[in-house]
T-cell receptor, first 117, second 109 residues
């Protein structure tokens, strides 16, 4: 069974702390994504990566950075956590970004719920 | 701007049929996705439409009209386990996904 694994389901951090959210996929997918999910809003893309050591800003990159040193691992970093970053963070991966329907289905992790106090 | 609209919440009865609508406005169009998300769990893929018409997969069907910027997800023979949020997402000309806020479906016995 293919999997996207997020290391932490629940985290509580203090304002100003550095936070690492780890995501690993075992499907040899090229593309990896970080979203945040907030009530009443659609998923919002923070960063994505189409290849190792490559990263692209999504719609809301401010306050976040990412790292992709290996194909299977994509990390989201909050350099200095703030209360408005309290959210559910979802990692996802997909095989390819072109129009081929089977290739660009996203497989999501179970999410990391971050609370910043 | 780009936008996806879907109802916030719907209620239906076990064994019945429900239709969840989604309208979209995107810069270009490269397909529309439906995902299911149970509370506290990961979204999972349900369907993908890129051509007009109805795609049927067991109890679930998805319809697309590109000219109207409209899709719906049809769930038949509803079961209690279908209680979940249903996320609509359209892919724009840059292959970026634009997501709706999701429709929470409540199934009553």
């Amino acid at each position: 069974d293919v999997k996207v694994t997020q290391s932490s389901r629940y985290l509580v951090k203090r304002t100003g702390e550095k936070v690492f959210l780890e995501c690993v996929q075992d499907m040899d997918h090229e593309n990896m994504f970080w979203y945040r999910q907030d009530p009443g809003l659609g998923l919002r893309l923070i960063y994505f990566s189409y290849d190792v050591k490559m990263k692209e800003k999504g719609d809301i990159p401010e306050g976040y950075s990412v790292s992709r040193e290996k194909k299977e691992r994509f990390s989201l970093i909050l350099e200095s956590a703030s209360t408005n970053q309290t959210s559910m963070y979802l990692c996802a991966s997909s095989l390819g970004r072109d129009g081929y329907s089977g290739a660009n289905v996203l497989t999501f992790g179970a999410g990391s719920r971050l609370t910043v106090l | 701007g780009q936008n996806i609209d879907q109802p916030t919440e719907m209620t239906a009865t076990e064994g019945a049929i429900v239709q969840i609508n989604c309208t979209y406005q995107t810069s270009g169009f490269n397909g529309l996705f439906w995902y299911q998300q149970h509370a506290g769990e990961a979204p999972t893929f349900l369907s993908y439409n890129v051509l007009d018409g109805l795609e049927e997969k067991g109890r679930f069907s998805s319809f697309l009209s590109r000219s109207k910027g409209y899709s719906y997800l049809l769930l038949k023979e509803l079961q209690m386990k279908d209680s979940a949020s249903y996320l609509c997402a359209a892919k724009d000309s840059n292959y970026q996904l634009i997501w709706g806020a999701g429709t929470k479906l409540i199934i009553k016995p």
